[in-house]
């Protein structure tokens, strides 16, 4: 970095990034304390593995996507609060536990969605990933509100709404678009 | 093998202020046992019984957490063993109750009747791991789980029950689920 021309390093500050420690300090600052999760490349490195060693969130590792939902519920019924840290394929593979415990019974299950695959500033409804583009679309008709994490100026939405879902008692989803660093 | 009702009338007796996460048939015959604010009847999605015991095991470290889960419904959701296993809660006891059929579907059978739930649950890491197919090894089987650290895992052989659907409104009505999150969090 330091032997690079002012101009590069002037080009990398402005350029779009979503920045993995951000992200992590969002989802501390709304008390979340569980990290429920099936690991994802698209948030592998910048996410999951800081999140890991990170002593104030615990990790539970599961084997597929529901389980997190189920998990979730029960932490809940705890008065703990968690995070659901996925790829877009196991939001799809899950939905019958989001039908259930987000849609159905209105528990505060708060997901953060790896778009794999999605193209740099390009909207995911119009990704050439047909994966990618019909999840808004599913998101929307469940009723969940969704909000796309696509570089660091949209972090300061997540803490905030963590703390809707928990206060009114519903879902909400955090679709990360640009793979965090 | 034995009746499940008479297997959860002993259960009635062995537990204090325990959690108890139940399913599907054996939740039918649960509420009608002992219907208490510590019970949390798992909804919606079937296969997460052992999935929600987890969480409030996570959550509420000082409580056992009781799951009375079927083999149909564990067959749903199998990679939990190993999600239970890693995680390692203390105060889990995850209990498959063992009729071959999917009891609450109409009583078709699963697709293996010689599956050997205990044996999965062992070879998934869960080192306490008992069996039961009568009410004496039955109650032989909680007592020793309720006084070690868990996880532990029974697996409990019973008798097919009555057939059908049962109503699950009054199960899953959300004052039900109102009063056990009072309970907990009084």
Same mark, same amino acid.
């Given at each position: 970095m330091g032997n690079q021309p002012d101009e590069v390093q002037e080009a990398r500050a402005q350029a779009r990034v979503l920045t993995g420690s951000r992200v992590i300090?969002?989802?501390?600052?709304?008390?979340? +304390?569980?990290?429920l999760s099936v690991p994802d490349l698209h948030t592998a490195k910048g996410l999951?593995?800081?999140?890991?060693?990170?002593?104030?969130?615990t990790l539970i590792r599961t084997c597929k996507e529901d389980e997190t939902f189920g998990i979730a519920a029960g932490l809940n019924y705890g008065n703990k609060r968690a995070l659901i840290l996925i790829q877009y394929t196991g939001?799809?593979?899950?939905?019958?536990?989001? #039908?259930?415990?987000?849609?159905?019974? $209105?528990?505060p299950m708060c997901m953060m969605i790896g778009l794999l695959g999605k193209e740099p500033d390009v909207?995911?409804?119009? +990704?050439?990933?047909?994966? @990618?583009?019909?999840?808004?679309?599913?998101? /929307?008709?469940l009723g969940i509100k969704r909000f796309l994490i696509d570089d660091d100026s949209c972090v300061d939405a997540i803490s905030p709404a963590i703390e809707h879902a928990y206060s009114a008692s519903e879902p909400v989803a955090f679709l990360i678009g640009r793979k965090p660093v | 093998m034995m009746n499940r009702k008479i297997a959860l009338e002993r259960l009635k007796t062995l537990i204090n202020d325990e959690i108890v996460v139940a399913t599907y048939s054996t939740a039918s015959d649960w509420i009608e046992i002992f219907d208490r604010p510590l019970n949390f009847f798992s909804f919606g999605a079937m296969g997460l019984a052992s999935?929600? *015991?987890? *969480?409030?095991?996570?959550? #509420?470290?000082?409580?056992? @957490?009781?799951?009375?889960?079927? /083999?149909?419904s564990l067959l749903m959701?199998? *990679?939990?063993?190993?999600?239970? +296993?890693?995680?390692?809660? $203390?105060?889990?006891?995850?209990?498959v109750w063992k009729n071959g059929s999917y009891e609450a579907n109409g009583g078709h059978p699963v697709p293996h009747q010689q599956v050997d739930f205990a044996a999965m649950a062992r070879a998934a890491g869960i080192a306490s791991v008992y069996r039961a197919n009568d009410p004496e090894s039955f109650e032989s089987? @909680? #007592?020793?789980?309720?006084?070690?650290?868990?996880?532990?895992?029974?697996?409990?052989?019973?008798e097919q029950g009555p057939l059908g659907p049962r109503s699950y409104k009054e199960m899953y009505k959300a004052s039900r689920r109102q009063r056990l999150r009072e309970a907990l969090n009084a």
């Amino acid at each position: 970095m330091g032997n690079q021309p002012d101009e590069v390093q002037e080009a990398r500050a402005q350029a779009r990034v979503l920045t993995g420690s951000r992200v992590i300090d969002a989802i501390k600052r709304s008390g979340v +304390s569980h990290v429920l999760s099936v690991p994802d490349l698209h948030t592998a490195k910048g996410l999951l593995t800081p999140i890991r060693s990170d002593p104030a969130l615990t990790l539970i590792r599961t084997c597929k996507e529901d389980e997190t939902f189920g998990i979730a519920a029960g932490l809940n019924y705890g008065n703990k609060r968690a995070l659901i840290l996925i790829q877009y394929t196991g939001f799809l593979y899950a939905m019958n536990a989001i #039908r259930a415990m987000a849609c159905e019974h $209105k528990l505060p299950m708060c997901m953060m969605i790896g778009l794999l695959g999605k193209e740099p500033d390009v909207a995911p409804q119009d +990704s050439a990933k047909f994966g @990618v583009r019909i999840i808004e679309p599913i998101l /929307d008709i469940l009723g969940i509100k969704r909000f796309l994490i696509d570089d660091d100026s949209c972090v300061d939405a997540i803490s905030p709404a963590i703390e809707h879902a928990y206060s009114a008692s519903e879902p909400v989803a955090f679709l990360i678009g640009r793979k965090p660093v | 093998m034995m009746n499940r009702k008479i297997a959860l009338e002993r259960l009635k007796t062995l537990i204090n202020d325990e959690i108890v996460v139940a399913t599907y048939s054996t939740a039918s015959d649960w509420i009608e046992i002992f219907d208490r604010p510590l019970n949390f009847f798992s909804f919606g999605a079937m296969g997460l019984a052992s999935s929600h *015991g987890l *969480g409030l095991a996570l959550a #509420r470290p000082e409580r056992k @957490v009781l799951v009375l889960d079927g /083999d149909g419904s564990l067959l749903m959701n199998l *990679g939990t063993l190993v999600t239970i +296993s890693a995680a390692a809660p $203390k105060n889990l006891i995850h209990m498959v109750w063992k009729n071959g059929s999917y009891e609450a579907n109409g009583g078709h059978p699963v697709p293996h009747q010689q599956v050997d739930f205990a044996a999965m649950a062992r070879a998934a890491g869960i080192a306490s791991v008992y069996r039961a197919n009568d009410p004496e090894s039955f109650e032989s089987a @909680v #007592r020793q789980a309720l006084s070690v650290d868990g996880p532990t895992f029974i697996e409990v052989e019973i008798e097919q029950g009555p057939l059908g659907p049962r109503s699950y409104k009054e199960m899953y009505k959300a004052s039900r689920r109102q009063r056990l999150r009072e309970a907990l969090n009084a």
